[in-house]
């Protein structure tokens, strides 16, 4: 992927935790490297193809006058949010903060620290088996598109199917979801759980009816499993009500999936 890299940008601003570096404020040389696809800005001559960088720039000095943060890994964090946000061509941004008027009582160079943050790729299993189902599942998705961080790239078609598990109860309808995000995949975990509460699910008992049910089946290429998240989806590939849903937005995804 192309990169455009800009160097110690000079700052003076506010940040700091203790109150002379508030009040007084300090230098800090911001340094970004941002990473997309130039190739056509470079074969068009088109800047509106490309990052204006006098604009970056401009912005993240903007931001860091008018903002305030104890800590510089707060600065580089939300600095690499802001770019990806404000920058839909940009897939993955790089911020260096360095601070040369540390005030620690001794001599140093500077303290500094890097944060690469980036577009995650995640597909998602939807269902609900009470009530409007069709109204919570819409809602569930709406949900999630009102977080800035969360992109929505494709969805199924509904279908209904039979209870899985705990079969004495409602039919389902099920989808799937492809989205992008800047969460990690905990905040997702978090974001996920908030959609759920706010369409009145309630947890009673393992496999039972449900308002909405949202799972994380593939977070980029990534494998975890700890005590609240396990990714890939640990039971995905013998639940039909998942995979058909699936291979309606990305076939050959469940072709790889499915073929060993």
């Keep these: 992927m192309d990169s455009l890299r800009i160097d110690n940008l000079e700052v003076f601003a506010n940040h700091g935790i203790f ?4 009040s007084l404020g300090q230098k ?7 990473y997309f696809d130039a190739s056509s800005a470079g074969r068009e001559d088109d800047l509106n193809k490309s990052v204006d960088y006098a604009k970056v720039c401009s912005d993240i ?27 839909k061509i940009v897939r993955e941004a790089e911020v260096t903060v360095r601070k040369p008027w540390a005030p620690i009582g001794l001599p140093l160079e500077c303290v500094s620290i890097t944060v690469k943050r980036r577009w995650h790729t995640v597909y998602l299993s939807i ?7 069709e109204k919570y599942l819409r809602d569930g998705i709406a949900f999630l598109k009102k977080d800035q961080c969360v992109r929505i790239l494709k969805e199924s078609s509904l279908i209904e199917t039979k209870p899985y598990g705990k079969t004495d109860q409602d039919d389902f309808l099920n989808g799937a979801v492809k989205l992008e995000t800047i969460l990690t995949p905990h905040e997702l975990l978090d974001l996920i759980h908030r959609a759920e509460e706010d369409a009145n699910r309630v947890r009673k008992e393992h496999w039972g009816p449900r308002t909405l049910d949202l799972d994380i ?44």
């Design 19 to 22: 109150q002379e570096e508030v």
């Design 61 to 87: 000095t903007k931001w860091m006058k008018t903002n305030r943060c104890r800590l510089i890994e707060t600065v580089a964090e939300r600095l690499a949010q802001k770019l990806l946000l404000d920058h």
């Design 127 to 133: 269902g609900s088996n009470m009530g409007d189902r």
């Design 217 to 260: 089946l593939l977070y980029d290429d990534l494998e975890m499993d700890e005590e609240d998240l396990t990714i890939p989806h640990p039971d995905m590939l013998n639940r039909d009500f998942v995979l058909d849903p699936l291979r309606q937005i990305a076939p050959n995804l469940v072709r790889e999936l499915t073929k060993h």
């Design 28 to 34: 800090f040389l911001i340094s970004v490297v941002m």
